[in-house]
């Protein structure tokens, strides 16, 4: 007679058709997905740039010198009074395992050391860590004050004398 089971039943000839349109609007929606992540992504660094280009101003540094990229971290080290040659750890994450830990530690003492720049303890330093954007543009709009490298102010170190 020559009808196919497919025609019958008002389907496409072709059992893989609808499988095709499935493919389709999954890779659809993750097009549309991985397209919201980049958005937010680009976000969160537009924010960063932002709270670092303030931060580095009331560091007393060029607002211009938190987008360039490598020289950024030099002067974030510079302003947290951390040895910006200790940026050469950064090399040493090509190492598996203690690589990615000494950049880690690096890290969370380089975000301790900001954070008693401006005057903070040890709570701030774990929002910086886990909160970052949100912190950094705290620490950069808010009523924070840099007092000097690592929190260590020229004025503090001298004695005080009392004229009795």
């Known amino acids: 007679m020559g009808y196919d089971y497919y025609d019958y039943y008002g389907y496409s000839s072709s059992p893989y058709a609808s499988s095709d349109v499935a493919a ?87 975000t301790n050391q900001l954070s008693k720049s401006f005057g903070k303890d040890i709570g701030y330093t774990i929002g910086l860590i886990f909160l970052a954007p949100i912190f950094y543009m705290i620490l950069a709009f808010g009523s924070a004050t840099y007092i000097g490298p690592g929190g260590n102010n020229s004025n503090n170190n001298q004695p005080t004398t009392d004229a009795e």
């Not at 992504?41 to 990229?69: D, H, N, R």
């Open 24 to 110: 389709a609007g999954i890779l659809g929606a993750l097009g549309a997905l991985i397209g919201i992540i980049i958005f937010i992504c680009l976000a969160i660094y537009v924010i960063q740039v932002i709270a670092y280009w303030k931060l580095f101003t009331k560091a007393g540094e060029q607002g211009w010198k938190s987008i360039v990229p490598i020289y950024n971290l030099v002067i974030l080290y510079k302003i947290s009074g951390v040895s910006p040659w200790l940026l050469l750890i950064f090399l040493a994450s090509f190492i598996p395992v203690i690589g990615a830990i000494a950049v880690f530690v690096l890290n969370i003492y380089q």
